[in-house]
């Protein structure tokens, strides 16, 4: 399909709307305002777009657990957001747990994932005594099995099984295909988990699965979902113990408004493919609800025309601010904040950072009006793998975070001081 233009961009994005005098707005809130008062490049959250998401996903699983994935974006603004309206947590280290804890989710609601699991981030889950541990490997039960033992209690573990299933998204964001280093190979869960329910400090609760990121279709699922409910009968016919299982995340975003599926239906697929099981469910969704919540401001420095094959917009954001695009070919929406140039004629137009890489885009082959220097763009869908993992390369401080709400706009995170980057450095004294 073709790629959308700006106004269909737009048009999809019931947060966004443009003013004819104040330009592009985001729930209500004026863009360019906040551009003008915090500078660029800037984050901007929508807290209502957050909660729609999250309600949303909500509806269509009563009854399952919700742990949001942290990883997506793990501002205590946003963690503290999805806490009030009754989301869990689905971490992956220590610090995240912490986040976690600090933004008010109770340690019940919260599953520890990760294949890297240290001794010492074993001990603080068990330590709060968290909802569950997603074990990847038989090395992490050993080890997990110690730590509890030692702290004379039990840690309630799922297995997290490898199911090896093509979901059919980008290589680096897969995760449960044969190979990938996530999870315990299908065939190795009915001998481990049998040998788990004799382990002192392991209570053993269920399965877990996630088969990557950015899934388009339920075909993966439905194959993942399949191999686990066979594994449920199989343990429950050894008299083992499963309570429950994590049916994971990754449910696609419409970046490029192309037809996603949605979690009615996701959510249907699971209650059909754990009929009659009687079980406990819960889900990570951490990207569908927070990747449309987000904007990245930025200004354009220049512009280039001559010996370029299409006009070419050096931006003052950047890989080091937004990495998804250098990192996958990822696609984020572009959209000017001038009330005025969205209705110009459209030409082609290529958006580049200012970091000095070859593979810094922002976007390429995209359809914007004429832009010139110091207009004001905005990077729509970036609330998800944006700010969470961005960098200080070629010493850029960290850009500033704002959250609008009730048609407020507040600093979240200022920006940080360019002698910050240098703060905790120690040089040694000559001898």
């Known amino acids: 399909m073709p790629d959308p233009t700006p106004q269909e961009l737009l048009t999809a994005r019931p947060a966004l709307r443009m003013d004819a005098q104040a330009g592009l707005l985001f729930e209500d809130v004026s863009l360019l305002g906040i551009a003008r008062a915090h500078g660029t490049p800037t984050w901007v959250y929508g807290a209502g777009t957050l909660k729609t998401r999250y309600r949303r996903v909500a509806a269509a699983f009563p009854g399952t657990k919700i742990h949001y994935a942290v990883k997506a974006n793990d501002h205590l603004a946003v963690l503290a957001i999805l806490a009030r309206e009754g989301a869990g947590a689905d971490v992956v280290s220590g610090g995240e747990l912490l986040r976690a ?28 005594a968290i909802g569950t541990i997603n074990v990847e490997s038989a090395e992490e039960l050993f080890a997990l099995s110690a730590v509890a033992a030692a702290a004379h209690t039990s840690a309630p573990v ?30 190795d869960i ?28 339920l075909a993966p699922y439905q194959a993942a979902y399949t191999k686990l ?16 299982v994590d049916c994971g995340g990754g449910l696609a975003v419409a970046y490029r408004n192309e037809p996603v ?11 059909k493919s754990f009929a009659g099981l009687n079980l406990s469910t819960s889900i990570e969704p951490g990207r569908w609800i927070a990747a449309p919540a987000g904007i990245l401001l930025a200004r354009i420095i220049r512009s280039r025309t001559q010996n370029m094959p299409r006009p070419l917009h050096i931006i003052d954001a950047a890989m080091n601010d ?29 958006f580049a950072g200012p970091v000095c890489e070859s593979s810094d885009f922002l976007a390429r082959h ?38 609008v709400h009730d048609g407020r706009a507040t600093l979240i995170r200022p920006r940080q001081a360019v002698a910050d980057l240098w703060s905790d450095e120690i040089v040694p004294t000559p001898s």
């Open 158 to 187: 799922a297995l997290r099984v490898n199911p090896e299933v093509d979901a059919n998204t980008h290589e680096k964001i897969s995760t449960g295909r044969k190979g990938d280093k996530f999870g315990i190979p299908v065939a």
């Open 190 to 217: 009915p001998t481990l988990y049998a040998h788990a329910a004799t382990l002192p400090g392991i209570a053993m609760k269920g399965l877990a699965v996630h088969i990557g990121s950015q899934i388009f279709g």
């Open 322 to 350: 937004l990495a998804r695009p250098a990192l996958y070919g990822a696609w984020h929406g572009v959209l000017p904040l001038s009330p005025t140039a969205l209705h110009a004629p459209l030409e082609e137009a290529d």
């Open 261 to 271: 599926p949605l979690p009615e239906a996701w959510a249907a697929l699971i209650e």
């Open 229 to 244: 409910a066979t594994l449920v009968r199989e343990l429950r016919a050894e008299n083992l113990p499963v309570h429950g």
């Open 101 to 128: 804890l600090r933004a008010g989710i109770a340690p019940s609601r919260i599953v520890f994932s990760g294949v890297g699991k240290t001794e010492e981030e074993l001990a603080l889950a068990v330590h709060d």
């Open 366 to 403: 995209r359809a914007a009006p004429p832009l010139h220097e110091g207009d004001l763009i905005a990077i729509l869908d970036v609330g998800a793998y944006g700010a969470v993992m961005s960098s200080t390369y070629n010493a850029r401080p960290h850009a500033a975070q704002i959250m």
